[in-house]
């Protein structure tokens, strides 16, 4: 596969006393790899054979440098030009870091990644502003998505799920900006949630339940809050004997059930033609005989169609929207149904909500990186020209702990939901209890202890 042909590189071209003349040493390594690969071959070879093949042309080119480098330069040097060869350059090592959650690029030399909720810059870089668009490029490729100047952002996923966003000039003055939602290799679980005290068993149970019995449920929340993640988490409360279709700009959520149908929204093309909407893929998710239609984010006009599903046999659905609280969340719907085009009277658009909509869940990320479940509310229906709702979990901030972390405690409000004559036809029993505690403290050694 590969055929090098490559006189000996001057140690002199290659000052130390340069900052990036490892860079520069890399990508003179990169570029003479690709002019010495024999491309007839690649394809005939499968991912291991591959790297094996070039990690030994790559350590070829590295004996022309004489003792330029040291043992471990060398071995760092083969790494990164295999990911620049074969991944996404020096994107790769932040994406098997397992405690980075979030990827952040501001141009070719800027990149931060959170990581347990703080943000922090990283001495990592792209060659230059040409650098990171080929690797923006081979993202955005491997989805079928285009990024030029004629369509200058897009959204996209890596294998592993983990979400992609990015801008580039003329919208993007300073270069590229990249933002990579990662998502672990394991998805989290309810006891997850206990164990991080992002929510109380009681309100786990209790949600468990209004998914039981195909209640309709909307999550709330700002953008990196949770909301995806607190959805996957309820979407495995559904029982494995029912259909399920799911709808998704890019597909994040990772489902464990065996009967799950994924669709994904398409942008158009080049000529503007073929653009599949998610209302598009809603109204055909109808004719599919769904149990269960779960909308990864209402953000349009699908919004109306999802309403509507929820109010014609298809209950039990989910889906998320941005607001700042429960309530929030109600004037959200209802100006996003207004921009279905529909021209509905006001008051036949909140009776439709408040008819489809049983709870909502708000999550918000707080000071230190931590994601809670503010407030579980549960919508009781229409007083004049109002959609009435109760709190039944709040979660109450009392400051700011150890290494700035939010402080509180979650508590029971003491109303009882209209929902439990439901669950007593379901045949499950919550015990009132749980809705009358005066303090439910997220601090309580057993929280963790039985999650």
């Known amino acids: 596969m590969y055929a090098p042909a490559m006189s000996a590189v001057p140690d ?11 860079a520069r040493l890399k990508k003179d390594v990169h570029q003479r790899l690709i002019v010495g690969m024999d491309l007839s071959c690649v ?23 004489g003792d330029l480098l040291t043992r471990d330069e060398r071995d760092r040097l083969v790494n990164e030009v295999i990911d620049e060869t074969l991944g996404l350059g020096p994107l790769d090592p932040l994406l098997r870091d397992p405690t980075i959650t979030d990827i952040l690029i501001n141009g070719p030399k800027t990149i931060f990644v959170e990581r347990r909720g703080r943000l922090e810059q990283v001495p990592v870089a792209f060659h230059d502003e040409q650098h990171l668009m080929e690797i923006i490029q081979r993202i955005a490729g491997r ?30 003055l300073d270069g590229a900006l990249v933002s990579i939602r990662r998502f672990g290799s394991r998805p989290l679980t309810a006891g997850d949630l206990v164990a991080k005290q992002s929510a109380t068993r009681e309100m786990i149970a209790f949600l468990s339940a209004c998914v039981h019995c195909r209640l309709n449920v909307i999550i709330s929340g700002g953008t990196g809050s949770g ?6 988490v ?10 399920i279709v799911t709808i998704e700009d890019a597909a994040e959520l990772q489902l464990q059930q065996p009967h799950v149908g994924r669709m994904e929204t398409r942008p158009a093309n080049v000529e503007g033609n073929g653009e599949i909407t998610a209302r598009d893929l809603l109204r055909n998710a109808l004719r599919m005989r769904p149990d269960r239609i779960i909308v990864g984010e209402c953000r349009g006009s699908e919004t109306f169609d999802m309403i509507q599903s929820m109010t014609t046999g298809h209950d039990g659905s989910l889906s998320t929207v941005h607001a700042n609280d429960t309530r929030d969340a109600m004037c959200r719907l209802e100006m996003l149904i207004g921009m279905a085009g529909s021209n509905l009277p006001l008051r036949f ?40 709702m109760q709190d039944l979990f709040v979660f109450e901030q009392t400051g700011i702990g150890p290494n700035q ?7 029971a409000t003491g109303n009882l939901p209209l929902c439990l004559k439901r669950f007593q036809a379901c045949g499950l029993q919550l015990p009132p209890e749980i809705f009358t505690q005066q303090a439910l403290e997220h601090d ?7 999650a």
């Open 143 to 172: 989805v079928g998505r285009r990024l030029d100047e004629s369509s200058p952002m897009v959204d996209a996923r890596l294998e592993d799920g983990s979400r992609v966003n990015a801008v580039i000039r003329p919208l993007a």
């Open 12 to 22: 002199s071209k290659y000052n130390r006393n340069n900052q990036d003349w490892f």
């Open 43 to 65: 394809r005939s070879l499968n991912d291991y054979e591959l790297r094996h093949q070039l990690r030994a042309g790559i350590e070829e080119l590295c004996d022309t440098s």
């Open 227 to 232: 909301k995806t993640t607190f959805l996957n």
């Open 349 to 388: 658009v909140q009776r439709l909500i408040s008819s489809a909509v049983d709870i909502v869940v708000h999550c918000e990320r707080l000071s230190g990186g931590a994601r809670k479940v503010m407030q579980i509310s549960e919508v009781i229906g229409l007083d004049g020209d109002t959609i009435t």
């Open 444 to 450: 309580r050694p057993e929280l963790s202890n039985n």
């Open 234 to 243: 309820l979407s495995g409360f559904i029982p494995e004997s029912e259909r």
């Open 405 to 411: 972390m939010a402080a509180g405690k979650f508590r």
